[in-house]
């Protein structure tokens, strides 16, 4: 997911071995609820492009989905799957069809009862080319899903109609579930965001205004959303008609919109937030030290990507024909010291990225999936040099200014500046920057309409494929706009493959293809710095990106 999700799952074929539930809180004492009054304020970043669940593909928006809908799993506090709307399943031997049985008394925040139907319509609505979801790819593990998807392309190899999609409520709480290929991690997939239900009579009444007033925004979760103020905050309250209300004891969450470091940790330190991400580069050592932050693991790769689709010829020929040249992205890459960056510039912890990849999936043998470094974590700036002069442009000499996009925040300016720095010095390059806010940045690099920008995928589960899958021709998450014919083959062949060593080897293939053709440069491995107050207890927030609230509460 921009900037992801979801679960440790004990796969067939991988599992994850991070840990990351924060079940006691860090940092200083500040003022806080007293007695029943049980509020959290939590700092949500930058504002949300949409909390639609069928159309989010950002963190920012999945935490709010996440606290305000329940899919038919759930993640337990250790990453595991748990029931969730779900309360049993079956699944074939042959891990083809899959076989939900619903709880009677989940309920929707307005008291309407949750249905298999709900499950229905929601999942073919992603997957319906007239929604143009994102993450419509990501249910393409669904019998004809891809072809349901496509079915608007005249050039398409394959059609489907919505009735022939592999999802149907065989009753008003039975789930059937028919997907392309065995898929291990299905399960975990289940509690992803794209995978919640919807309401058809609620979402149609107002497609594009329901999840935008609470209340429109009708959830199943734990928490419901009383309002959103625009450039302020998403404020939930607890849903009393969420099944497993019981467990809840939050009354309330303030989701704090701010995203610059320094305002959000100033209102931190005076007690006007309970917990926040990502403090200021600067004080992260001091702040580590004392105990205010701590560092939590999270599987996800902080990264520049190229605009290499056809949309870049009409942005700036010149530009195009510079990142169009291989050498030239490779280049770039090369310039890079992104060991200094994150000792210099990040100060999290964060480890230089060397592949796209991170480390952290473990195969079924118990070796790490990322087995290479495609390139020095130093700069290796002779050999940069040496292929942009190759390129035609000699000491940098010809070649145009390329704009850097990066969404608000002094973490990405700094790390902006510093590589800005670094070609200048070692390429003989100029690049100028672009600040834009966050909604913005997602729409501009979905449509394809920059030069280079910054971008950060969060694994959405517990296997490669969550980060190989998304550079697929077409794909919904493609910022780069990156077509490689054999590179879709083998990703293909992976989703098809049963042998685990076999999908291993073409998931690796894959990323070589990947690495050679250079559309993305991956900077660092992400880690999360969190200041949490210790009087917030039970949050559990997943090395996969996102921040569950049902079980905390607030202790003094």
Request: proline share 5%; net charge neutral; with cysteine.
């Amino acid at each position: 997911m921009l900037k992801g999700k979801k679960a440790k799952f004990a796969a067939l074929a991988m599992t994850f071995v991070l840990a990351g539930s924060v079940f006691a809180g860090c940092g200083k004492s500040g003022t806080s609820g007293k007695g029943a009054d049980q509020v959290v304020k939590y700092n949500l970043g930058a504002e949300p492009k949409t909390i639609d669940p069928g159309l989010n593909s950002s963190v920012e928006g999945g935490n709010v989905i996440e606290n305000t809908f329940e899919g038919l799993t759930d993640i337990d506090s250790k990453e595991q799957v748990i029931p969730g709307v779900a309360e049993k399943w079956e699944v074939s031997q042959d891990g083809l069809k899959y076989t939900f049985h619903l709880r009677k008394n989940a309920k929707w925040s307005d008291g309407k009862p949750v249905k298999a139907q709900d499950f229905e319509y929601a999942w073919k609505r992603a997957l319906d080319p007239k929604t143009a979801s994102d993450y419509a790819y990501q249910l393409f593990y669904l019998k004809n899903g891809e072809a349901y998807n496509g079915s608007a392309d005249p050039n398409a190899a394959k059609k489907a109609t919505a009735d022939q999609v592999g999802v149907k409520a065989t009753d008003d709480y039975t789930l059937e579930v028919t997907l392309e290929n065995p898929t291990p991690y299905f399960l975990s997939l289940m509690a992803f965001p794209t995978y919640m239900p919807l309401r058809k009579d609620v979402v149609e009444k107002d497609p594009k205004g329901w999840s935008l007033k609470g209340e429109t925004y009708i959830g199943n979760g734990p928490f419901k959303m009383k309002d959103w103020k625009p450039k302020d905050s998403i404020n939930l309250v607890r849903n009393d008609n969420y099944w497993d209300k019981d467990k809840v004891k939050l009354t309330a969450i303030t989701m704090k919109m701010i995203d610059q470091e320094t305002s959000y940790m100033s209102a931190f330190k005076s007690g006007q937030l309970d917990y926040i991400e990502a403090p200021p580069a600067q004080e992260i050592p001091s702040l580590l030290k004392d105990g205010t932050a701590k560092v939590y693991p999270y599987l996800g790769t902080y990264y520049y990507s190229f605009n290499v689709s056809n949309n870049i010829d009409s942005i700036n020929k010149d530009v195009a024909k510079a990142i169009k040249n291989v050498k030239v992205r490779k280049a770039i890459s090369l310039a890079i010291d992104r060991t200094s960056l994150v000792n210099n510039v990040t100060k999290g912890g964060q480890r230089p990225a060397t592949s796209f990849v991170p480390k952290g999936i473990t195969l079924k043998d118990g070796s790490d999936f990322k087995t290479k470094d495609y390139y020095k974590a130093a700069a290796d700036v002779a050999q940069a040099k040496q292929l942009l002069a190759e390129a035609g442009y000699p000491d940098g000499k010809g070649f145009p200014t390329i704009e850097l996009l990066y969404n608000s925040g002094q973490g990405h300016q700094d790390l902006a500046q510093a590589i800005q720095d670094m070609l200048k010095k070692n390429l003989g390059i100029n690049i100028t920057l672009r600040n834009v806010e966050r909604k913005v940045q997602l729409d501009v690099t979905s449509k394809h309409q920059y030069q280079m920008a910054r971008n950060g995928w969060i694994a959405d589960y517990a296997d490669p494929m969550t980060f190989l899958d998304m550079w697929v021709t077409g794909g919904g998450n493609n910022a780069a706009g990156y077509s490689n014919p054999e590179y879709d083959k083998l990703i293909a062949a992976a989703k098809a493959e049963i042998d685990t060593t076999k999908r291993t080897a073409d998931l690796h293939q894959a990323e070589d293809i990947l690495m050679n053709d250079m559309p993305i440069i991956p900077i660092y491995e992400y880690t999360n710095v969190a200041c949490i107050k210790d009087y917030l207890k039970g949050v559990h927030k997943s090395p996969l990106g996102f921040v569950f609230f049902k079980d905390a509460y607030i202790q003094k």
